[in-house]
């Protein structure tokens, strides 16, 4: 018996043995997609595997990440084959999802090639290969299409033991996201990294052996090879708009790395270019190889601007081998249309014939290209009616195009330079913020009504780009080069309030100093009425009553026998708990000329949570605070504690249960006001005792839907809800537990839809509440920390009803069990109606306020009808935020058929 077991072992592994060298396969790979409808995409799966291996995959099993699977096959015959003993193979299908939301598409091969040197070696043929890609369905309506990067380099490339190697896989996104790029281990299933992956710079690790990857552009430099062999490697290409991340590509990458004593060519090209819409770009390529009197050089190009619809780049390289040195001409002629935030990125490819006559040793070039909008023409300002009004001239470069939607308006108090070698610069770093948008169908004029006496405001105009979503909803917005800047001084015909700080912190007995500049034109040849008087008004909140205090009064014959500066100090108010505003009234011989602008103190408020204190602080002011110092009480002494130009901190170093106590020093001054000094202005005092009882951020919300879309579409209509943490939230919208609380028109409260099965909750701050009929009413957004703390709602928003409703025009009341009653075929947000229905003698035979009617062919005395034309009028009622209101009335005919 022994004989016959040993034989039967032999024979299994012998078959064992056969199966796993047939298995030879895989060498690179990833999956791509595009989106061609709202819930349908079409991936492409593409691999690159071993020419002469018997193992040919005809066909890969892809998992969709909705919980369904299937089988595809490839497309392009039985692969294409290349140099090198590769094959490249295609996959194409598409694919509808159930909803939106973050899925992960994947595809596993049993089996690698052997021998990669940093997988597993030798038995790297024993591990699998998985690729995936991970990708969210954005609302097309309003957020636009998501479809992938496109891998424009293919990921399989030769170098050469001792010498630097360069790739850069030339991802190109078409809706112009932002790209990212990072190392990830390669997998072998979904979530399983390849087990003992090591990094091909540590093989024969040392101080010439180091790989690197540039996170912004992609490039993959080398530098140098130790070891001859194979290698593999996996990127994650990250896509984001808006600064989220929308979808992910896994590549997984194979290396080659030959004995050979050569050098590669060399390409040389500038790295960077910034260009106006509009511009041709004519860009030298040099190429030359240290072999040259030995070796041929193919230069060739890949990129973003080669394969543009509207005005495509040009590199007439050829394909052919050619002695070097030599220089091609990259050229384009840049359009508006190609205005967009993310750069475009070309790589520059030199092969030596090294190798053989199609392949060789390769060097990477890669350029960035940023095309912006010009700058719109110089505005012009001008004072009318209290208002600062900015014109800038009609005629714009990119007006007829389609990624151009209208002008944004920015100002700076006093005037700001920008130097002339940025290429889009941010104008928030050079103290401009904005003020004002005009749409394209717009006039190009804008009114200023938020202006002060004394100052100088500046204003600059942008062009802005973005790309619309289905519902004309703009998204990836990009502003223009800004224009020339515009200026205007107004006159400081009123008082000027210069300081507004807490000198004593009580809730009784506060004190405030008060101190103010009288103004700087005289006004008597205007108002040549003296006495003059200037009187101090206070209040405590912005927009309350402003009471006099008539100690605070002064008078003069004329202006120019003001003193230049007046103080005041309000005493016996509580400053504890209020915050004091102050404003000057000038009055000529008691008649009142105006008053000045508001100054309030700098109020601080305090968020404690868990070994936490949180401060955030508040002023209206005059001037501009540009610096703040945190002080903190120790032993009975204020000491600083940090310095800011932001109206927040945050002291972690503090415990629980420990009062702490603070107070903010504002530094400031008057940007375009002609006045030097410095004004110091402090807070009130305020104590804070630390626990883990501080609620989360006040949300903001947004709500969108897709009414037209459903309505014409017989599709679920969907309110989206979009929330987010204000910028200065400490807290992370992923360690927070949101609740969505919704209320129907007509309805008095709020109820908590979290657990509604129709809300579908998408990376932690999107969800969509869907519904056949639609939902109209309010939402609002709260979000509760770990320890159970609840935050504030975020502000209720409203959406309108999009109303739809339409009857059959015949029916067949027979009790057959089909078309018995006249309902709706589509109703959607009307919740009453008033239907009558009339005989041809004009007679009423049936009413009812039920939306879904239900006729069942019954007159009101409730006998059968004849057959018969019966006309009708629906009265149709709606539900909104002001109540019910008759929306419509609608009529026609019904044919009752027996």
């Not at 359009?335 to 490819?349: L, Q």
């Not at 913020?433 to 717009?442: A, C, V």
Request: a negative charge; one cysteine or more.
């Amino acid at each position: 018996m022994k004989p016959i077991i040993r034989l039967y072992l032999g024979v299994l592994l012998l078959f064992i043995s056969y199966g796993v060298s047939q298995a030879t396969h895989n060498r690179a790979g990833e999956i791509t997609y595009e989106q061609i409808g709202d819930l349908s995409i079409r991936i492409t799966i593409v691999t690159y595997t071993k020419t002469s291996s018997h193992v040919d995959r005809d066909s890969l099993i892809v998992y969709w990440g909705d919980g369904t699977s299937e089988t595809i096959a490839r497309t392009n015959g039985k692969g294409t084959p290349l140099d090198n003993d590769i094959k490249r193979n295609y996959y194409i299908k598409e694919h509808t999802y159930p909803g939106r939301g973050t899925y992960t598409i994947g595809m596993t091969d049993p089996n690698r090639i052997g021998g990669i040197l940093n997988v597993n070696y030798p038995n790297s043929i024993r591990v699998k290969f998985h690729i995936a890609t991970t990708f969210t369905f954005l609302n097309q309506q309003f957020q636009g299409e998501n479809n992938s990067a496109v891998l424009l380099q293919p990921p399989i490339d030769v170098g050469c033991v001792g010498k630097p190697f360069v790739h850069n896989p030339n991802a190109y996104d078409p809706d112009g996201d932002s790209l990212a790029y990072e190392w990830v281990v390669p997998l072998q299933d979904v979530g399983t990294p390849v087990p003992n992956f090591l990094y091909p710079d540590q093989i024969d690790p040392g101080p010439e052996n180091n790989i690197s990857l540039d996170e912004v552009t992609g490039e993959i430099i080398w530098d140098s090879p130790q070891r001859r062999g194979q290698y593999n490697i996996a990127i994650r290409i990250k896509e984001y708009r808006n600064g989220i991340l929308i979808n992910s590509i896994i590549r997984d990458m194979q290396i080659e790395i030959q004995e050979c004593n050569n050098s590669p060519p060399q390409v040389q090209v500038t790295d960077q270019i910034c260009a106006v819409a509009g511009d041709l770009i004519e860009i030298p390529v040099q190429v030359d190889d240290p072999e040259r009197e030995t070796q041929l050089v193919r230069i060739s190009a890949l990129g973003g601007p080669l394969t543009l619809e509207v005005s495509p780049a040009v590199f007439a390289s050829g394909e052919a081998f050619e002695e070097v040195p030599r220089t091609v001409d990259f050229i384009w002629q840049t359009h508006c249309e190609h205005v967009r935030g993310a750069g475009y990125t070309m790589v520059f490819k030199a092969t030596d014939n090294f190798f053989s006559d199609s392949a060789g040793l390769v060097d990477l070039k890669t350029m960035n290209i940023e095309v912006v909008g010009p700058a719109p023409g110089a505005p012009d300002v001008e004072r009318q009616m209290g208002q600062n009004r900015i014109t800038w001239p009609d005629e714009y470069n990119c007006q007829g195009s389609s990624n151009f939607q209208g002008f944004t308006i920015w100002r700076r108090n006093g005037s700001g330079s920008i130097p002339d070698d940025e290429c889009l610069p941010d104008l928030v770093n050079y103290g401009y913020r904005i003020i004002g948008f005009s749409d394209k169908s717009g006039r190009n004029e804008f009114f200023d009504t938020e202006v002060q006496n004394g100052v100088t405001y500046c204003y600059r105009i942008t062009a802005r780009f973005a790309s619309l979503s289905s519902g004309n909803n703009p998204y990836n917005i990009v502003e223009s080069k800004p224009s020339e800047e515009a200026c205007i001084k107004i006159d400081r015909d009123l008082p000027l309030v210069t300081k507004a700080s807490v000198i004593t912190t009580n809730p009784t007995d506060g004190q405030v100093d008060i101190e103010w500049v009288k103004p700087e034109t005289n006004v008597d040849s205007m108002r040549p009425d003296g006495p003059y008087t200037m009187t101090l008004f206070h209040s405590t909140s912005l927009n309350g009553t402003y009471t006099l205090l008539p100690d605070s009064r002064v008078s003069a014959p004329t202006i120019d026998d003001f003193d230049e500066r007046y103080q005041y100090t309000h005493s016996d108010i509580n400053t504890s708990d209020e915050q004091h505003f102050y404003k000057i009234e000038m009055n000529s011989n008691a008649r009142s000329i105006g008053f000045s602008s508001i100054a309030s103190t700098i109020y601080v408020s305090s968020n404690q949570g868990n070994n936490l204190v949180f401060l955030d602080w508040n002023s209206i002011t005059p001037w501009n605070n540009f610096n703040y110092t945190v002080y903190r009480k120790e032993a009975g002494t204020f000491v600083e504690r940090a310095e800011t130009n932001r109206d927040q901190f945050a002291d972690r170093d503090v415990q629980n249960g420990v009062e702490y106590c603070y107070k903010i020093e504002g530094a400031g001054n008057f940007l375009g006001i002609s006045l030097q000094d410095t004004t110091i202005n402090f807070s009130q005092e305020i104590c804070v005792v630390p626990d883990d009882r501080t609620p989360p951020c006040k949300p903001e919300l947004e709500v969108q839907n897709n009414c037209e879309d459903a309505r014409d579409d017989q599709q679920l209509f969907t309110n989206t809800l979009q929330y987010t943490l204000p910028d200065t939230c400490l807290d992370l919208i992923e360690d927070l537990e949101v609740r969505l609380w919704y209320r129907a028109y007509g309805l008095d409260s709020f109820v908590d839809i979290t657990a509604d099965p129709t809300v579908f909750i998408v990376n932690e701050n999107t969800a969509n509440h869907s519904s056949s009929s639609g939902f109209a009413g309010c939402y609002r957004v709260q979000m509760i920390d770990q320890f159970g703390n609840e935050g504030l709602f975020s502000d209720t928003i409203c959406v309108d009803p999009c109303p739809a409703y339409k009857l059959p025009n015949v029916f067949t009341p027979n009790n057959d069990g089909r078309n018995d009653l006249i309902y709706p075929l589509q109703r959607a947000f009307i919740q009453r109606v008033n239907f009558e229905a009339y005989n041809r003698w004009g007679n009423l035979v049936f009413q009812t306020n039920d939306a879904d009617i239900n006729w069942d062919g019954s007159a009101l005395n409730g006998e059968e009808l004849e057959p018969g034309t019966y006309t009708y009028k629906c009265d149709l009622f709606l539900n909104t935020e002001q109540g019910e209101i008759l929306f419509n009335t609608i009529s026609g005919t019904i044919d009752l058929i027996k």
